[in-house]
């Protein structure tokens, strides 16, 4: 294109010296003079645009490439000047992408070592309590005990299925939180429910000191499965006859929910880790999967609350569970 609107320039020029010349000859001299020189800058703008444009493209094709380190940007007035910039900044987007992509493939990889790590166990227990209990001359007591012992482990591992498929689920964001008025006593009641034997059983304490009339928005499933988690790791890291207790507080802008034990603590090399998934801490018991406080505090963060921790090792923890109030 441009060496056809060249050509045809020097074509008109040609047109309007001829034309010039047969008016006046020294006329026409000028003209073709004026005219070959407007020719010659053209030319040599031509080339100059031809070499900025070739260099666009070696720039393009190693941006392809992934070299993203580029900086192709000029301050210069002009349409190329500007198309250069623009073309940086989507250079950056694209960079900040591949960084995403690049990080997303490296938790994946993480994630399913993991995973593939918390079933190997109890799959390894399972088969080697099978092969035991095929031996026919094994006493009617330790059978009974590998059944009940394999029960056990076909539980976690269903327990572990399911809780990976509902972080999955949250972190897709393919769950919507109801937006529900909860009474808070009667949530954490429900949630501890399942856990009062075992806390019979280990001789400790559940205090609950919230109103009965104390509300909050949110979705009281999903809540609920959050406070079980927290309140269970609490439990086990409490030690036979120790405390366990819930209380809340109400201000304009939040309510609060404590839950503190009187256990061993977290360590604090633990602190920033503890709610990351898969994440196992010092004191952590040998069939924890480090996904219950992960889970939490997905749902407390996928319903616009906070959760955090404070401990001493040697004297509990507290758990502390914020819902804010929307305030128009």
Known sequence: MDKLLAMLGLLVAALVGYGCFQIAPAAGLLAGGGVLAVGLLAALGALLRQREIRKLSDYLMRI????????????????????????????????????????????????????????????????????????????????????????????????????????????????????????????????????????????????????????????????????????????????????????????????ELAIEDSGEGIDPADLPHIFERFYRGKNASPDSAGIGLAMAKAILTGQDGTIEVESTPGRGSRFSLKFYKQIA
């Open 64 to 255: 392809r490439q992934g070299n993203y380190a580029l900086d192709i940007r000029d301050n210069r007035a002009g349409a190329l000047s500007i198309l250069k910039n623009d073309i940086y900044k989507l250079t950056l987007r694209l960079s900040e992408q591949a960084e995403l992509l690049r990080r997303d493939k490296r938790y994946l990889a993480d994630a399913l070592a993991d995973i593939s790590h918390q079933l190997r166990t109890p799959l390894t227990s399972l088969s080697v309590m099978t092969e035991l209990l095929a031996d026919p001359k094994l006493p009617d007591s330790r059978r009974e005990e590998f059944t009940t012992a394999i029960q056990g482990q076909i539980d976690r591992i269903d327990w572990l299925v399911s809780s990976l498929l509902k972080l999955s689920k949250i972190d897709a964001g393919a769950i919507t939180f109801r937006r529900d008025l909860v009474r808070l006593r009667a949530l954490v009641e429900r949630a501890a429910a399942p856990l009062l034997i075992p806390i019979e059983i280990r001789e400790q304490t559940l205090e609950i000191d919230i109103d009965p009339a104390l509300n909050i928005v949110g979705d009281a499933q999903w809540l609920r499965e959050a406070v079980l988690n927290i309140l269970k790791n609490c439990m086990e890291h409490t030690p036979c006859g120790g405390r366990l207790r819930v209380t809340a507080r109400d201000n304009p802008i939040h309510t």
